[in-house]
Nanobody, 122 residues
Framework: QVQLVESGGGLVQTGGSLRLSCAAS????MGWFRQAPGKEREFVAG????????NVADSVKGRFTISRDNAKNTVYLQMNSLKPEDTAVYYC???????????????????WGQGTQVTVSS
């Protein structure tokens, strides 16, 4: 069983920044997804087990950065230049089966975090 603890969500104005954290009970390929009201969950960013492969959705490219601290088994999502359309519940995700990000990009995850709300006001 993988334990995930997310933190860092909140309310921010347009153009502001937030950093999400996800601490895992082990080291895995991990990623972030989000789900806005009335919409399907979508891939935001993924990072491989080593940290050498990173993928970011086109909708957030240039604004969001994913990184990891392997000593802490923690993955971060730095979100800059936030827009109202970024408002969603953000979920941390773990791929236990592979070291890369391909499964995460396809929306496949073995474990999900509890979710953290990000609200961007206009």
């Amino acid at each position: 069983q993988v334990q995930l603890v997310e933190s860092g969500g909140g309310l921010v104005q347009t153009g502001g920044s937030l950093r999400l954290s996800c601490a895992a009970s082990g080291r895995y390929a991990m990623g972030w997804f989000r789900q806005a009201p009335g919409k399907e969950r979508e891939f935001v960013a993924g990072i491989s087990y080593s940290g050498g492969t990173i993928n970011v959705a086109d909708s957030v490219k240039g604004r969001f950065t994913i990184s990891r601290d392997n000593a802490k088994n923690t993955v971060y999502l730095q979100m800059n230049s936030l827009k109202p359309e970024d408002t969603a519940v953000y979920y941390c995700a773990v791929d236990r089966k592979t070291y890369g990000t391909s499964r995460l990009i396809r929306g496949e995850s073995d474990y999900w975090g509890q979710g953290t709300q990000v609200t961007v006001s206009s």
